[in-house]
Structures are given as structure tokens and as C-alpha cells.
């Protein structure tokens, strides 16, 4: 979808909220609470439900209960600008640029939205990878010389910084986690979580923290970065070395600074728009989330 076919499609807060219904209950409206169907349409007011199942009184709801629009001020319409700019935006845009771009009331309010689509993009379910799969983690976090001179630390690599990790099927789908540390204990855990036993390779660094991927019956080859070594034949970690280089180039060069607090929703951010690359509707996909 182009930006002139965004604003011809939802002209106005009804058509927002008619696709918004169709989205969020393909199969038919239901009740947020207790997800029935036995619903009644409030016929003056209209994008209202009543549910009496759940609540003999009536349990009243519009199609922005429970969604990420629900007690906001901000059309629809609004929203829906939002979002388009951050999904077609291959590295991200920063609140601060959707704030000039929209004319926001201010920086905090471009921001609470942003953080709420980026809420609207997680997601905590998902198949195990299969086929070729690339595990690595990264660290995020600016470089030591450039921290004041009260918060640089001694050592080098990670240290101060956040570790991510992830594994990516090879032109599929990846999955990103931010984690406490970086530790035998939790890689291994996160692969046997997200990685199927069917897998055909499981490609790694040299990193010793994977040792046990092969005692547990993976399929697990490791190429030498200290040596110079980057891929032999099938191995290497290309792909996921990409996703780690777009990553840090959006945090760096778009939002400059990101806060341990709210590092996994960039994550998902940039997860998702990669799992959802070819999506010929991917703005349906996340009002579907929202």
C-alpha cells in the first residue's frame, strides 16, 4: 500500500474502524472478555457491542476495546499514518521524525504510539525453525571511549552492554531475544526452545557457550571468526550477521540511543518487519496485532 492509497482508503474514522472490526474478527464480532459470539449490535452507536454473557447487566465494548487505540485521543485515521511509516521504513523511524512528518501534539505523544504498535508487533508464538538455521548473539550498547568517563567499564566485547540473541531460518523467519547474559545455560535453552530437532544444520560461531548443541543431537557446525574463517561450504552466519547489521544501523543512525527498558519492542520491531518482508499485507497484519 502507497501512502496516497492509505489516505483514499480511510478517508474517515468509519472506514478505519469497519476495517479495524474486519481485522481483529474475521469470523465475526466477539466479546473481548469472554470471547463470545453471542454479541448485540448498540444500534445508535454504532462500532458498539453489548455482551450479557459475561456480565448480566451487559458488558459494553467498541471495536477499540482492549487494542493498543483504546483511550487515546488520536483519530484512527492518525494511527494509521503511524504505522505505515514505521513498517515501510526498512531501518525504522524515530518518534522525533514522525513527530515533524505528522504534526503531533508533541515528542511524548509520537512516542507513546510508537512503543504501542511496537507492543502490537510482538510475537510470543511461533513455529520451530526448521531447514538451515544460523543461531549468534549480539551486543547493544555504545562504544566504551564514548561513555563519560563515570560509566566506562574495564574489559572489552560486551561488557555494559545488552545481549541479544537469535536464529534465523535461511530465507525464513527469525526469532530475537533479549537476555539477561549470555551464558551456556541460556543459549542453550533458547535453541532448544526454537529450534526443531528435524533441523538439517545448526551454523554458529566459535563461541563455547554452544558446545552442548551436539551431545543434544543437533546437526552443528561452527565456522572460526578469530581465524578468519567466515563460511565453509553450507557454514556460515551471513544471514544473520545481515539482521544484526540492520539492527544496530537503525539504532545508531535512527534512534541514536535505546534504553535497556524498551530494547525488546525495537527487537520486535525489526523482527517483525523481517518475518514480514514479503507480506503482500502487512499493514493488515499489524492492525490484525493491534
Known sequence: MKINELLARFETENDCKKYLTERRWPTGVRCPKCNSEKVFHVTH???HWVCKKCNKNGYRFSVLTKTVFENTKYPLRDWFKVIFLMYSS?????????????GTGSYETAWYMCHRIRAAMRNDEFFRLVGEVEVDETYVGGKNRNRHKNKRTSGTGGIGKIPVVAAIARKGSIVAKVIEEADTK???KFV???VSDTVKLVATDENPSYRLLKNEGYPHETVSHSKGEYVRGNVHTAHIDSFWSLLKRGIVGNY???SRDYLPLYVAEFTF???HRKD???FGSIIAGC
Do not use: C, W, Y
Open 273 to 275: 518487519r523481517h518475518n
Open 186 to 188: 541460556t543459549l542453550d
Open 90 to 102: 526498512k531501518k525504522g523511524m524515530s518518534a522525533h521524525q514522525i513527530h515533524r512528518m505528522l
Open 45 to 47: 452507536r454504532p462500532f
Open 280 to 282: 503482500p499485507d502487512i
Open 192 to 194: 532448544n526452545e526454537t
Open 256 to 258: 541514536h540511543k535505546v
